[in-house]
Each structure stands twice: as C-alpha cells, then as structure tokens.
C-alpha cells in the first residue's frame, strides 16, 4: 500500500485547507485511515482518524470542532478539511493506513503504512 499526502500549504490563521490522502495498492482493505502530524521539536500526534464505514471518527482535543475527516472509499482517499487555523496547526501532516482494527487510534505503532507527508504553515 503507497500513500501519498496533497494540500499542504501556507495560509494565514484563520484560514482553510483541504488535505487529501490517495492510497494504492490494496488499499480497499485498510480499516483505519488517519492523519497525524509532527510540528518541529515536538512529537507526531494523531489528529483524526476513521474506519472504513460504520463507525464515528475520532479527533484530538486540539483539533476537535475544527477539522473534519472523510473518506471516499471509491476513490480509496481520506480527506482532512481544517478550518479555523491557528499557528500552532502548523505541522508536518502524515497520512497513516492499517488493515486491521486498530487499539488506540492515536498510537503511530498501529500503522504500518505512512506517507511522506505534507506541510501546512499557519502564519
């Protein structure tokens, strides 16, 4: 499975943007499909994750209200709409798939698939 992460970009607080996350491979079987992000000299967190279908997605408390995540399983991408953007959205945004279900939803060792990001920059 090859993930591949679009969208980041610079944008002043307050703003908008669309992430969008294009899986191949066997990508109809991942169960859980997430974003994470990694700002400079801190740790990757998850930000929102989904599961293919049936079940509520889940968000970080910092992202709660904000951002929303969606997923077009014909197109096999995961989407992250991010409104209302502050500077400390700013980040290294990582897209991450597993073919299971996972434990914690926030935890990078549930995900063996990871793409190479992009960057959102809030000013």
């Known amino acids: 499975v090859q993930l591949v992460e679009s969208g980041g970009s610079s944008v002043e607080a307050g703003g908008s943007l669309r992430l969008a996350c294009a899986a191949s491979?066997?990508?109809?079987?991942?169960?859980?499909m997430t974003w994470f992000r990694r700002a400079p000299g801190k740790q990757r967190e998850g930000v929102a994750a989904?599961?293919?279908?049936?079940?509520?997605?889940w968000y970080s408390e910092a992202v709660k209200g904000r951002f929303s995540i969606s997923r077009d399983n014909a197109k096999n991408t995961v989407y992250l709409q991010m409104n209302s953007l502050k500077p400390e959205d700013t980040a290294m945004y990582y897209c991450?798939?597993?073919?299971?279900?996972?434990?914690?939803?926030?935890?990078?060792?549930?995900?063996?698939?990871w793409g190479q990001g992009t960057q959102v920059t809030v000013s």
């Open positions: 991450a798939a597993s073919s299971r279900f996972v434990g914690y939803w926030a935890r990078p060792n549930e995900y063996p698939y």
């Open positions: 491979g066997s990508a109809a079987s991942m169960a859980c």
């Open positions: 989904i599961y293919h279908s049936g079940r509520e997605p």
